[in-house]
Nanobody
Framework: HVQLVESGGGLVHPGGSLRLSCAASGFTLGRYCMAWFRQAPGKPREQVAAMMIGDRFGYISYHDSVKGRFTISHDDADYRLDLQMNSLEPADTAMYYC????????????????WGQGTQVTVS
């Protein structure tokens, strides 16, 4: 049984930084995609960053709006997914979710089937 728990959200001024963490449990060995999503009120959910776990080719993708500012990383030993967010902007304000695609080896948003509870990020 896979579970994801996010932490690290909060209130920060524009230009500041936050580091989000996702604690994962119940995963088995193999290749799967993990990602950070965000959703602001009145806006559709969007994939912020994703990476393929167990991929020797190191697939990582970022939404254009966060390239150069956000960095996704994974700790294999602890099964922890992090999102380092720098140069935060008011447009980054949203609920951020950690997610995993455990049934399909792909990073397309529609395939993510395990979700955390979310952590709020507010930039103002």
């Amino acid at each position: 049984h896979v579970q994801l728990v996010e932490s690290g959200g909060g209130l920060v001024h524009p230009g500041g930084s936050l580091r989000l963490s996702c604690a994962a449990s119940g995963f088995t060995l193999g290749r799967y995609c993990m990602a950070w999503f965000r959703q602001a009120p009145g806006k559709p959910r969007e994939q912020v960053a994703a990476m393929m776990i167990g991929d020797r080719f190191g697939y990582i993708s970022y939404h254009d709006s966060v390239k150069g500012r956000f960095t996704i990383s994974h700790d294999d030993a602890d099964y922890r997914l992090d999102l380092q967010m720098n140069s935060l902007e008011p447009a980054d304000t949203a609920m951020y979710y950690c997610a995993a695609a455990t049934s399909v080896i792909a990073c397309n948003s529609q395939f993510f089937n395990v979700w955390g509870q979310g952590t709020q990020v507010t930039v103002s």
